[in-house]
Nanobody, 118 residues
Framework: QVQLVESGGGLVQPGGSLRLSCAASGSFSRINDMRWYRQAPGKQRELVAAITRDGSTNYADSVQGRFTISRDNARNTVTLQMNSLKAEDTGVYYC????????????WGQGTQVTVSS
């Protein structure tokens, strides 16, 4: 069974920074794409940032230039560095991974709360 566990959420003032981490554990052959999604209260879950296995990245327009996604394939982790945080960045952040080679599956983490408020 594969598990994704996020950490690093919390309360931060506008303009501040947070670093989210997600670690994959369990039995699997390979982690392919990894992503961060977020869901604000009353809104649909949205893609924040994505990274391929070879390190190609993609960002939502709303976080471009402020957030950085990275990964460590040896440690099976993905990180989201969030700078210049705004109130509208508030939400539950979820880690997502596409795992496997022949029989692939998508996995979600349990989510971590990020609150940007003064």
């Amino acid at each position: 069974q594969v598990q994704l566990v996020e950490s690093g959420g919390g309360l931060v003032q506008p303009g501040g920074s947070l670093r989210l981490s997600c670690a994959a554990s369990g039995s699997f052959s390979r982690i392919n794409d990894m992503r961060w999604y977020r869901q604000a209260p009353g809104k649909q879950r949205e893609l924040v940032a994505a990274i391929t296995r070879d390190g190609s990245t993609n960002y939502a327009d709303s976080v471009q230039g402020r957030f950085t996604i990275s990964r460590d394939n040896a440690r099976n982790t993905v990180t989201l560095q969030m700078n210049s945080l705004k109130a509208e960045d508030t939400g539950v952040y979820y880690c997502w991974s596409h795992i496997g080679v022949v029989n692939t599956r998508n996995y979600w983490g349990q989510g971590t709360q990020v609150t940007v408020s003064s």
